[in-house]
C-alpha cells in the first residue's frame, strides 16, 4: 500500500471503527463517516472502496469545500455545451467518472441546498442530469461522504436537508480523536519516527528521549493523527544526532520570537467576538503530597527540555537558563541525565 494509506494503532475505539468499515464495505449501501480533522476519514473511504465488490473500478474523491458554490454542481453532475459561460465542452460529472465505482464526497456539509436537492435525487433514483441537460443518465454509484459536522444539529436547524441525511446514513462510522484511542500514540509516534528516520538513512532508530516520550503522550493532538505524524516528522528532520534518543519536539513550528504579531484592529475583533487567546491553564496543585518531589519533577522536566532543544550542548543550554556551566553540571547529575544525553 501507498505510505499515507496505512492503518495504525491498537485501541479498542480505533479498532471497532476500522472492524466497522471492513463489515461495511462488502455492502452497496452509503456510509457516512464523521470525524475530526486529521482523523483519517479519507482512509476510511479507502478503506471500503477496496474491500468492496467495486474495488477494480473507480475511487472518485471530491472535496465540496474546495470549489465555490457556483462550480459545485456543474462537478457533481457535468454541463452541456453552452450551458454556462464558460462551458465550450461536454464535461461528465463526477458521478458519471464513478459510474461503477465509489464517489467519496469530502466536506459534505459544505454542499448548498441546490445541490443537496440534485444529490438527493441522484442517490434516490440512480440518476443525474447534466446541467444544461433535460435527459436524466442512469448511474451506478456508491458515496461515501465524510465530514467533521453533526449533521443531525444542522438538519434540525435546516441547514442541511434531513431527508439527504436519512439516506446517507445507512452506516455511520465515527472516527475517535486521537486523545480517546489509549495507547496509540507511543504507537504512532514509533510508527512515523521509524518511517522518517529510514527516509533520512539513518542507520538505526533510536527512539525518544524520556521526557519527549511524555511530551508526546500528555500533548492533546487538536489535529489527530495527522499533527502528530507531522510534529514527529519534523523533529526528527530537525534532529542532528541519530546515534543518540531524539531530544526535543516543537509542538507549534510557528513559534518563533519574530513572528509578526496580529494588527491591533483584528484583535479588538477577536476580542469582541469572544475569540481572544485563552489564559493559559493553571497547574494543578490539588494532588501534590510532596512538595519537594513535585519541584525536583518539575526541575529535571525543564532542565531535560532544554537539553534536548539545545542538542546536549551543556554550555548553551546553561545560558538559555541563566545558571552557570557549574550550576547546570550539579542538575544533570541531580537528576541522572548523563545517560540521556551520551
Not at 521509524?194 to 493532538?221: C, K, N, S, T
Not at 546515534?243 to 475583533?269: I, Y
Request: hydrophobic letters at 40%; aromatic letters at 8%.
Amino acid at each position: 500500500m501507498e505510505r499515507e494509506n496505512q492503518f495504525v494503532g491498537q485501541s479498542l475505539a480505533f479498532l471497532d471503527a476500522v472492524e466497522r468499515t471492513s463489515r461495511a464495505a462488502a455492502l452497496q449501501r452509503p456510509v457516512l463517516v464523521i470525524g475530526e480533522r486529521g482523523t483519517g476519514k479519507e482512509l476510511i473511504a479507502e478503506r471500503l472502496h477496496r474491500l468492496s465488490p467495486r474495488w477494480g473500478e473507480a475511487l472518485v474523491t471530491m472535496n465540496c469545500a474546495a470549489l465555490p458554490e457556483t462550480l459545485i454542481e456543474a462537478e457533481l453532475f457535468g454541463h452541456e455545451a453552452g450551458a454556462f459561460t464558460g462551458a465550450t465542452r461536454v464535461r461528465e460529472g463526477r458521478f458519471e467518472e464513478a459510474d461503477g465505482g465509489t464517489l467519496f464526497l469530502d466536506e459534505l456539509a459544505t454542499l448548498s441546498m441546490a445541490a443537496q436537492e440534485r444529490l438527493l435525487r441522484a442517490v434516490e433514483y440512480g440518476e443525474v442530469t447534466r446541467i444544461g441537460s433535460s435527459r436524466p443518465m442512469r448511474v451506478d454509484v456508491r458515496i461515501v461522504a465524510a465530514t467533521n459536522e453533526n449533521l443531525p444539529e444542522m438538519a434540525k436547524r435546516s441547514d442541511f436537508r434531513a431527508d439527504l441525511l436519512d439516506r446517507l446514513s445507512f452506516e455511520v462510522i465515527t472516527l475517535p480523536p486521537l486523545r480517546a484511542r489509549e495507547g496509540d500514540i507511543p504507537v504512532l509516534a514509533d510508527y512515523f519516527g521509524r518511517r522518517m528516520a529510514a527516509e533520512l538513512g539513518w542507520e538505526a532508530w533510536p527512539g525518544y528521549a524520556e521526557h519527549v516520550a511524555a511530551q508526546l503522550e500528555e500533548y492533546p493532538w487538536p489535529g489527530n493523527v495527522r499533527e502528530l505524524r507531522n510534529v514527529v516528522e519534523r523533529a526528527i528532520y530537525r534532529w542532528d544526532d541519530p546515534q543518540n534518543p531524539v531530544g526535543h519536539v516543537v509542538f507549534d513550528p510557528f513559534d518563533s520570537p519574530w513572528m509578526p504579531q496580529a494588527s491591533a484592529a483584528a484583535t479588538r475583533s477577536d476580542t469582541a467576538t469572544g475569540h481572544a487567546a485563552a489564559s493559559p491553564k493553571p497547574p494543578e496543585f490539588d494532588d501534590v503530597a510532596d512538595l519537594r518531589a513535585a519541584v525536583d519533577s518539575h526541575e529535571r522536566a525543564i532542565v531535560e527540555h532544554a537539553l534536548g532543544k539545545h542538542r546536549w550542548n551543556q554550555r548553551q543550554t546553561a545560558k538559555a537558563l541563566g545558571l552557570s556551566y557549574d550550576q547546570l553540571r550539579h542538575c544533570i547529575k541531580k537528576h541522572s541525565l548523563m545517560e540521556e544525553g551520551g
